[in-house]
């Protein structure tokens, strides 16, 4: 995969190449590639001159660096108490409904995975969700159908 | 807003305060004045834990390591917490103008924002920001830079020495302590760690002077604080308000008219109910809170609470230590075993006291702190949990 490779260089030439230099690089990777592969892993042991445990120890670590294949857009619904009070599930339902897959998986065309995740800090604005690093809030059905739709059209 | 009993407070937000005037005046005075006025006001630490801001940049301060660092926490995970987003949304200038002046005066010339990954959409008007601050303070001739880090997703490195863990590229494991960041904190060098609140009160302490934050609040909470308000409210958002109010003067001005509970402090906090309103402080005092102030009515199942805190906590433990691993899987497994009728009521006794043990047992703060939604919901709702 020379993809990989020349992306994990670029974000090393750009970070470093020490311990500290490994998150921001491995987030890189998130933002390019959605998630982090076993190869692009060990391309990051190698390109950092680490041990591949200790990528993996660390990308594993952390929520948002999914290791599974995700789709091209990733959402996140917050499942934390308040949004769960103003009503999370109906909108994962109709997310579900929406792109016809369940919390966890991605959809054929890998387009969108959902996800479920913690507190984002919009409880105010509940139920709120990321999509990518966009933050929608105070979501409905009709909202939740809208944004959807909008990302649908301009893939 | 209609007569209320509540104070409300303008000083984070305010507007009349021009951050270069503030800097550059503060950047002369001497570092003893500067800690005395910090010391004075009685600032303490707005991140939870409330450690008098003053004597950590007074420890740090006096390490004698050539490099020390300043770190502004804002990781703000804590359920119900969103006011740190909200301040570096309208003034990241006094964040920065907060960091500034901690550096001064421990002797720092690197800082750092750790900042969740759920606001990656911040960083780009957070680096703009940063562009206009790092030519002030070069116009000044002060020899200071502050990087944004951001995190991933993951509630425990907002734990301070789980965050400097996660800013040397590691998985963010909670530290033995001690030793206690003062001494040796990022790359084991003595930091000073504060949350973003924490920073911008101290910023604004040295503008307006300790007397005049002083005199707000109580003997042991001084000053006042951000508060994020949200669940069964109509009026939900953030609120700075002056510390050591009444819980039942707080509910009658943000509850609907029919709130049974209010839990202080996000999902390491407290759950306070109805009956214990009057008799309750907001502040060091009684029941502390980083800011989340979440509001339940009588339409809320507390089991349905509790047990979303204990998937929280499940979730996001670091599974480092037993206790808390094993514990927090063991408290879900358990109230869902009652609820069904599985296990007897007296089963919650059992829980409670594995709770009680997570305390004293846990690593750090998070294990830690489990127990003080557990006990507290338990105790005050326990049918709830049963039937
Ligand atoms: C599990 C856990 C999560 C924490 N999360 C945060 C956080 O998101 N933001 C924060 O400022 N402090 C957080 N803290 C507290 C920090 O460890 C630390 O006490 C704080 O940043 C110190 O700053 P202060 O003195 O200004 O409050 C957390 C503590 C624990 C145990
Ligand atoms: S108490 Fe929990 S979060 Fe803290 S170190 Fe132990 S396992 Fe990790
Ligand atoms: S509970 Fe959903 S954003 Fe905080």
New interface residues.
Partial sequence: MPEIKELVKDLADKHGR???????I??GI?TEERFISDVAMTEVARELDMSAALVY??AT?????DTKPRGKFVIRVC????C??KGKKQIVKTLEELLKIKVGETTKDKNFTLLE??????????PAM?IN???FTELDEDKVTEIIDDYMRNI | MPNTKLKRVDIIFSEDCVYKDVLADNLKKSNEDILKDILDSGLRGRGGAGFPTGLKWKFTSQETEEEKYVVCNADEGEPGTFKDREILTRVPLKVFGGMAICAKVIGAKHGYVYLRGEYQFLKADLEKALEEFHSFVKELGFDFQIHILMGSGAYICGEESALFESMEGKRGEPRNKPPYPTISGFRNKPTVINNVETLVYAFMICRIGAGKFHELGTTDSRGSKVFSISGDTPIAGIYELELGMSLEDFVEEFGDGDTKAVQVGGASGFCVPRKKFKDTIIGFEGVPTGGSMMLFNSSRSMYNVLKNYVEFFEEESCGQCTPCRVGCQQLKKGIEAIKKGEKSAHYLDTLQKLADTMKVSSKCGLGQSVANSFSSIVDNFREEMIY
Avoid at chain 1, 18 to 24: A, D, G, H, K, V
Avoid at chain 1, 61 to 65: G, T
Avoid at chain 1, 79 to 82: A, G, H, L, P
């Fill in positions: 020490n311990r500290e230099s490994l998150l921001p491995l987030q998130v120890g660390t670590f952390y929520s948002f660096l499942k934390t108490i308040t769960d009070m995740t913690n507190c984002l800090g919009w409880c105010h604005k509940g990321l690093d966009e933050v």
